[in-house]
């Protein structure tokens, strides 16, 4: 089935410093979208990507989808110890289904001051 | 996006026992979805719950293990049965109109 993958596992920076986490599938997506756990909260829809190559920001964050639309980045500038927490990936399961969605394995961001 | 409440929030069971988990969402919705998160691992879809009809579970999961309701188009309850320790993990349902999800706050389960 359907695999999304995720790297790095962890990341610990000090504040000021960028921070990038990196999703591949094993499958062209229609689309692919990002989520932030907080510690001890739950995921937080973040954005979704849909275009081949699509570039977008928000504030300090910026996502892009691949060309194949097959992997993805999400980039923080300027970390804050607001950033904290686990950031997923996440794919349609099967391809298209409604709803439905395939997490990598997370990135837990640890930001030092 | 959508305001999706779950109880209980936390609860210890012992092995052996059921807990029902519950999903209330403030309006309407068509599909809804209930997921797993084992500690310190990501999320993993259980299953879709459509209104009026049988649950569509994933590989993995059984209906005898996870029934799932849906009496209507704003609630979903969630039964794990027969609990054993590997069943502690946080549940969580969600809703979303097309691939964007809304995550209630979730369930945290131990079973000791």
């Known amino acids: 089935g359907q695999q999304v993958m995720q790297i790095p596992q962890y990341q610990h920076v000090q504040e000021g410093e960028d921070f990038t986490t990196y999703c591949n599938s094993s499958?062209?997506?229609?689309?692919i979208q990002w989520y932030k756990q907080r510690p001890g909260g739950h995921p937080v829809f973040l954005i979704q990507?849909?275009?081949?190559?699509e570039v977008k920001k928000q504030k300090r964050l910026t996502f892009q989808f691949g060309e194949a639309k097959k992997n993805s980045s999400l980039h923080i500038t300027a970390t804050q110890t607001t950033d904290v927490g686990t950031y997923f990936c996440?794919?349609?399961?099967?391809?298209?289904?409604?709803?439905?969605?395939?997490f990598g394995q997370g990135t837990i961001l640890t930001v030092h001051p | 996006s959508a305001v999706i409440s779950q109880k209980p929030s936390r609860d210890i069971c012992q092995r052996g026992t059921s807990l029902t988990i519950q999903c209330q969402v403030d309006?309407?919705?068509?599909?809804m979805f209930w997921y797993r998160q084992q500690p310190g691992q990501s999320l993993t879809l259980i299953a879709t719950?459509?209104?009026?009809?049988?649950?569509?579970?994933e590989s993995g999961f059984v209906i005898d293990k996870f029934p799932i309701s849906r009496p209507n188009l704003t609630f979903s309850t969630l039964t794990v049965s027969n609990m054993s320790p590997e069943d502690s993990s946080i549940y969580l349902c969600?809703?979303?109109?097309?691939?964007?999800?809304?995550f209630g706050p979730g369930t945290r389960l131990t079973v000791t």
């Open positions: 969600s809703v979303g109109p097309q691939h964007e999800q809304y």
């Open positions: 996440a794919g349609p399961a099967g391809g298209t289904s409604y709803g439905k969605l395939t």
């Open positions: 499958t062209t997506l229609s689309n």
């Open positions: 990507l849909v275009k081949s190559g």
């Open positions: 719950a459509n209104q009026g009809s049988e649950a569509t579970y």
């Open positions: 309006s309407q919705v068509t599909m």
